[in-house]
């Protein structure tokens, strides 16, 4: 079964925290994303990556960066925790045109910053 | 750019009826995909149905049907013969190159 595995489901981090959220496919896919989810704002691109070690900013960039260094895993990674990054995040992954079934998605991370 | 409005925050329906969730979107391309996706409880994001602006006939699959409507720019899903299961977060999106662009989603929840 083709999967999108994110390595955490619920994560607690400390304001500061350099955190880092995981993210691999086994589809081969070219493409991934995350993204993040809040009550009231739905689904907000945060990062996407077309090829390995190749990135392109979302709509909110701003305290993300990522790392793509192997086309099956993309990284991402929160500076400095803050507060205001409490959320659900979700990776997703597609082939390199959007097929009829559009993303393949990880289960979400739920992460909580305190 | 891509929009996509989801005009329901909520939406209750009676177990066996229909329901319609509303979307409505904008765009300036000639060639584009709408998307609806079902995320229960669990968090997963279930892919549900797919339209392509070019496709002759609504799209279906099983229970779940695509009102589109292209020069209103809507894309409406109706769920028939609404099950306790079907209670969940439903989010509409739209293709943006090789991205997706989500609404901010319609909770439904179905009662005995």
């Known amino acids: 079964d083709v999967k999108v595995t994110q390595s955490s489901r619920y994560l607690v981090k400390r304001t500061g925290e350099k955190v880092f959220l995981e993210c691999v496919q086994d589809?081969?896919?070219?493409?991934m994303f995350w993204y993040r989810q809040d009550p009231g704002l739905g689904l907000r691109l945060i990062y996407f990556?077309?090829?390995?070690?190749?990135?392109e900013k979302g709509d909110i960039p701003e305290g993300y960066s990522v790392s793509r260094e192997k086309k099956e895993r993309f990284s991402l990674i929160l500076e400095s925790a803050s507060t205001n990054q409490t959320s659900m995040y979700l990776c997703?992954?597609?082939?390199?045109?959007?097929?009829?079934?559009?993303?393949?998605f990880g289960s979400g991370t739920r992460l909580t910053v305190v | 750019a891509q929009k996509i409005t989801q005009t329901q925050p909520g939406m209750f329906v009676q177990e066996k009826e229909a329901v319609t969730l509303d979307c409505t979107y904008d765009?300036?391309?000639?060639?584009?995909?709408l998307f609806w996706y079902k995320q229960p409880s669990s968090g997963e994001m279930i892919f549900l149905i797919y339209q392509g602006s070019y496709d002759q006939q609504n799209a279906t699959e099983g229970r779940y049907s695509l009102n589109f409507q292209k020069a209103r720019k809507s894309a409406n899903l109706v769920i028939s013969a609404s099950q306790l299961g079907d209670s969940a977060m439903y989010f509409c999106?739209?293709?943006?190159?090789?991205?997706?662009?989500f609404g901010t989603g319609t909770r439904l929840q179905v009662f005995p």
């Open positions: 999106a739209i293709t943006d190159t090789d991205k997706l662009i």
């Open positions: 997703a992954s597609s082939e390199g045109q959007l097929a009829n079934y559009g993303y393949t």
């Open positions: 990556s077309y090829d390995v070690k190749m990135k």
């Open positions: 765009t300036s391309d000639p060639s584009y995909g």
């Open positions: 589809m081969d896919h070219e493409n």
